[in-house]
């Protein structure tokens, strides 16, 4: 059993930057894909960002260029640093972690593919 505690949400102004991060139990976490996912008021959760054991990295479209997924295999965390913040960023953040050693670049952005999740971190971002 993982269980995955966030941290590092707020409120900021378009434009800043903020980073949210995500410590995780266990002692496999090194094995473990981790993703971070998003849900904004009245709108299906959706695919953020993805690194694997491997620590290849995978990001939305909508992210890419702004946000960067990193872990920390020493201390069981893994970040989400957001740059360039806009407002249609405002969401809740979820961390995700799969146990699958093999999520292909079309997977890994699925959440069905993670097995254990976070309670969530509210990011806000105001215009």
């Known amino acids: 059993q993982v269980q995955l505690v966030e941290s590092g949400g707020g409120l900021v102004q378009a434009g800043g930057s903020l980073r949210v991060s995500c410590a995780a139990s266990?002692?496999?976490?090194?094995?473990?894909?981790m993703g971070w996912f998003r849900q904004a008021p009245g709108k299906e959760r959706e695919f953020v960002a993805g690194i694997l054991w491997s620590l290849t990295t995978y990001y939305a479209d909508s992210v890419k260029g702004r946000f960067t997924i990193s872990r920390d295999n020493a201390k069981n965390t893994v970040y989400l640093q957001m740059n360039s913040l806009k407002p249609e960023d405002t969401a809740v953040y979820y961390c995700a972690a799969s146990r699958s050693l093999n999520l292909t670049p079309v997977r890994v952005g699925a959440s069905d593919e993670y097995d254990y999740w976070g309670q969530g971190t509210q990011v806000t971002v105001s215009s």
């Open positions: 266990g002692r496999t976490f090194r094995n473990y894909a």
